[in-house]
Structures are given as structure tokens and as C-alpha cells.
């Protein structure tokens, strides 16, 4: 099992940057796949950018692929999302979510593990 807590969220300017953290614990964070998912105010939650156990193992969200940079430090239990050049449609709540195994998944109900969420705000 896992617990998850977000930190690094605020507001902040568009154009501006912003890099999220998940801190995790368990002594198997490296066994986990790891993803960010956000949700704005009235939408569904939606995927973001997702990592397998290897850094070299990404994928994004159109919206956000060139903007956005998830990585992992297993040494450390924690995922990161470098977010750049922001826009106002990034607003959202940004939730971390784990999965057993390897293998990252876009589909948030694959996830078994979330963490409270840390909101983003970039006004225009």
C-alpha cells in the first residue's frame, strides 16, 4: 500500500511555472506506476501525464505535452510535475495517482491510490 500527499500548488501568473510534488510512502514506491491527473471546477478529472517505473517511461496529455515534464526520484518516494508556461486552462485541482506494477496507464479508474490533491491557479 501507499499514501500520496501533493504539495507545490499556488497561484501564479500565465507564463509562469510551477513544479508539483508527490511525496509518497512505502519502502515500494519504485514498483509503482505513477500518474497526474488534474480536475477543473465543473469537468471530470483528467489525465495528465503519466510515468512507469523507469524516468525514460512518460507519456502526456496533448494539452499539456511541451509544457509539462513528470519525473520520478525513487530514492526519495517522490513524483514531480514541472509545469511551464502556464495557462489559464490549467487551472485545476492536480491529483497524484499510483498503480501496482510497472506499466503507467491515461485511465484514472487503473489507479488504486490518490492523494488529496494541491490547486493550481494561473490567472491571465
Known amino acids: 500500500q501507499v499514501q500520496l500527499v501533493e504539495s507545490g500548488g499556488g497561484l501564479v501568473q500565465a507564463g509562469g511555472s510551477l513544479r508539483l510534488s508527490c511525496a509518497a510512502s512505502?519502502?515500494?514506491?519504485?514498483?509503482?506506476?505513477l500518474g497526474w491527473f488534474r480536475q477543473a471546477p465543473g469537468k471530470e478529472r483528467e489525465f495528465v501525464a503519466a510515468i512507469g517505473w523507469s524516468d525514460t517511461i512518460q507519456t502526456y496529455a496533448d494539452s499539456v505535452k511541451g509544457r509539462f515534464t513528470i519525473s520520478r526520484d525513487n530514492a526519495k518516494n517522490t513524483l514531480y510535475l514541472q509545469m511551464n508556461s502556464l495557462k489559464p486552462e490549467d487551472t485545476a485541482v492536480y491529483y497524484c495517482?499510483?498503480?501496482?506494477?510497472?506499466?503507467?496507464?491515461?485511465?484514472?479508474?487503473?489507479?488504486?491510490?490518490w492523494g488529496q490533491g494541491t490547486r493550481v491557479t494561473v490567472s491571465s
Open positions: 512505502g519502502r515500494t514506491f519504485s514498483s509503482y506506476a
Open positions: 495517482a499510483a498503480r501496482s506494477g510497472s506499466y503507467y496507464s491515461t485511465l484514472a479508474a487503473l489507479y488504486g491510490y
